[in-house]
């Protein structure tokens, strides 16, 4: 399956807010544990990508990466390589999200794999992520050759309940 995937600078995250807001909304609705809680809403949303992402994204310090299909934003993740002067050589994935209409085709797999090649482009090898334990995307990334740092109890709110989940620290080493 191809996808369309595209970097979105400063201006396109501007001129596409509300298509990411109405993305985000409807993962953290849909189930996703990427930080937010209920009650959360598309304003909520928005206000995650003007005031998180997009300084980030400004000052070269994320690179965000956006999957279109059927002229909607079907999903983005992020590359975060604002590292510390000791690590030059290490990335973080962060929010891999796929709208609910468009999940199992094919796109967070397709996202991750063009994550890892513009980490290879930034010289960084060795890439980091963290994910609920046993959500549905673990075992994409262990599938994507990720190996288990450890596990953290009680790193995390549910999204729908007062429920401490764990999450699991995974790691991988790419040619850079």
């Known amino acids: 399956m191809t996808n369309d ?3 979105f600078d400063a201006d396109d995250i501007e001129a596409h807010v509300q298509a990411l807001g109405a993305l985000l909304h409807a993962c953290v ?3 996703a544990s990427i930080g937010f809680v209920l009650p959360f809403s598309q304003v909520d949303g928005e206000a995650f990508w003007m005031m998180s992402v997009l300084p980030a994204v400004r000052q070269g310090k994320r690179l965000l990466l956006v999957v279109r299909k059927d002229g909607r934003i079907a999903g983005t993740g992020q590359l975060d390589y604002d590292t510390p002067p000791n690590q030059p050589h290490r990335a973080e994935i962060r929010k891999v999200m796929v709208h609910p209409d ?3 085709q094919g796109i967070a797999k397709a996202l991750m794999v063009a994550l890892e090649s513009a980490a290879h482009r930034l010289g960084r090898g060795l890439i980091t992520l963290d994910t609920r334990t ?3 995307a673990e075992p ?3 599938g994507l050759g990720y190996q288990i740092a450890g596990i953290i109890p009680d790193y995390c709110r549910d999204p729908f309940k007062d429920h401490l989940d764990a999450t699991t620290i995974m790691f991988k080493a790419i040619s850079a």
């Open 29 to 31: 609705h849909g189930g």
């Open 102 to 104: 468009f999940r199992r």
């Open 5 to 7: 995937i595209a970097i």
């Open 140 to 142: 994409l990334y262990l």
């Open 134 to 136: 046993g959500d549905k």
